[in-house]
């Protein structure tokens, strides 16, 4: 019985060997092996042989981004208000062996550096601009932590701002402040309507007198340009009258033709007063009729002494 429980006693000794030989270390992870108390090396993701009993894992890390609430707290702006801001963190070990032992507790550590970081950009800061340059803040608090976490083997990637809540009196101020900016937005916005709807009518209505005025002056031209033409027309009809009776004087009995209408005429003359009129005038000498046609007569004659 002793000589089957010796080789169990070995067998079990072997398999804890064994055991405690062989670590297998996760993806993204990262063991800290240490020897007598020592560090000894780092153990990379897969099979890794340590020695039983003289070995220990000291620290295991997770290689993967880490997102870490930074919890609320109170800060004071510029010019000397109180913000309650909270946030989130995100960082990542890169070196195993200086987050073992860089700093006793980094990730306690890096809470508390983003939380006096924050508070050291916010005073620097009005509470109208803390509002505005979050970005501004969150790259400035990245840039404190991660100088500093360096010696922790911490990488910080980014800080992102949750919450900025100001005291509930500030936010009535500011409320009022954004409903006056914007009724002053919107008088604004209508003045201006109004001013361009006058703009335009005054355009128009110049447009309009000008189109008026250019076409009375079209309109007067054409009337003046008609009537010349009318005169022009009977000068040039008196004219060519004028031409053809003195053409005609000349022919054979054109001057007797002319003695005969200057009397035709004379006599309808006389007919037209006694038609319109109750009282018939008569001439004083009724030779005039004679006398009419012999000064015709003349003026005949002079015109045509005149002609070469």
């Known amino acids: 019985m002793e000589l089957l429980t010796f080789p169990l006693i070995l067998l079990a000794l072997a ?25 000894n090396r780092t153990l990379l993701p897969g099979l890794n042989i340590v020695i039983p009993f003289m070995d220990r894992v000291a620290y295991k890390h997770s290689l993967k981004e880490i997102p870490m609430d930074v919890p609320s707290q109170v800060c004071i702006t510029k010019d000397n208000t109180q913000l309650q801001v909270d946030g989130v963190i995100y960082f990542q070990v890169t070196d195993p062996m200086k987050a073992s032992y860089g700093s006793s507790n980094f990730i ?125 027309a009977v000068a040039e009809a008196n004219a060519s009258a004028l ?12 001057v007797t033709a002319m003695n005969l209408k200057v009397a035709e005429q004379y006599v309808k003359a006389f007919e037209n007063m006694a038609s319109k009129n109750n009282t018939l005038i008569v001439p004083a000498n009724m030779g005039d009729i004679s006398t009419l046609i012999s000064s015709a007569m003349k003026i005949v004659d002079v015109s045509k002494s005149n002609k070469p």
């Open 243 to 254: 031409r053809q009776i003195g053409e005609a004087t000349q022919s054979n009995g054109g």
């Open 15 to 39: 398999v804890i060997f064994v055991l405690q030989a062989v670590k297998v270390v996760p993806q993204q992870n990262a063991w800290v092996l240490e020897r007598f108390g020592k560090y």
């Open 108 to 232: 306690f550590a890096i809470t508390q550096l983003a939380q006096t970081s924050l508070r050291s950009v916010i005073g620097k800061l009005e509470l109208d601009k803390t509002f505005e340059e979050r970005d501004v803040i969150n790259t400035q608090v990245v840039n404190a932590l991660d100088e500093a976490a360096t010696n922790w083997g911490v990488k910080v990637l980014r800080y992102e701002i949750k919450d900025l809540v100001p005291p509930a009196e500030i936010l009535r101020s500011m409320q009022a402040q954004i409903t006056a900016e914007r009724e002053k937005r919107a008088l604004i916005a209508a003045s201006e309507g109004r001013k361009q709807e006058q703009i335009n009518i005054a355009t128009g209505e110049r447009e309009a007198f000008i189109q008026r005025s250019e076409g009375e002056k079209q309109a007067a031209i054409n009337k003046a340009q008609g009537e010349a033409a009318a005169i022009l």
